[in-house]
Nanobody
């Protein structure tokens, strides 16, 4: 399965963006979003289980970001609201080798190429 992330761009603080991650085939495993800001390590953003019924978020994203998936379209989404300059990063989507949401990047075995989100103050 190959992944492609879309939807990044430049947005003002307080604005919203929706990222999409399209898989080349169906995956019956959990999926997730991670991000990497310049000069920082990759960090967990959100994850969703195989059927979309269970989700998990990093503390700093709770209440602002929402992850979802449409298995009929082999697509995962990340709705990002109330964006802050510190949300500026390259956002990566990934598929896991587990069915439950995971914040551990070692549980993920397929990664997309990333999409850049820039939030201006």
């Amino acid at each position: 399965v190959q992944l492609q992330a879309f939807g990044g761009g430049l947005v003002q603080a307080g604005g919203s963006l929706r990222l999409s991650c399209v898989a080349s085939g169906r995956t019956n495993y959990a999926m997730g979003w991670f991000r990497q800001a310049p000069g920082k390590e990759r960090e967990f953003v959100a994850a969703i289980n195989w059927n979309g019924g269970v989700t998990g978020y990093a503390d700093s994203m709770k209440g602002r970001f929402s992850i979802s998936r449409d298995n009929a379209k082999n697509t995962m989404y990340l709705q990002m609201n109330s964006l802050k300059p510190e949300d500026t990063a390259v956002y990566y989507c990934a598929t896991a080798n587990v069915v439950v949401p995971s914040a551990d990047p070692n549980d993920y075995n397929r990664w997309g190429q990333g999409t850049l989100v820039t939030v201006s103050s």
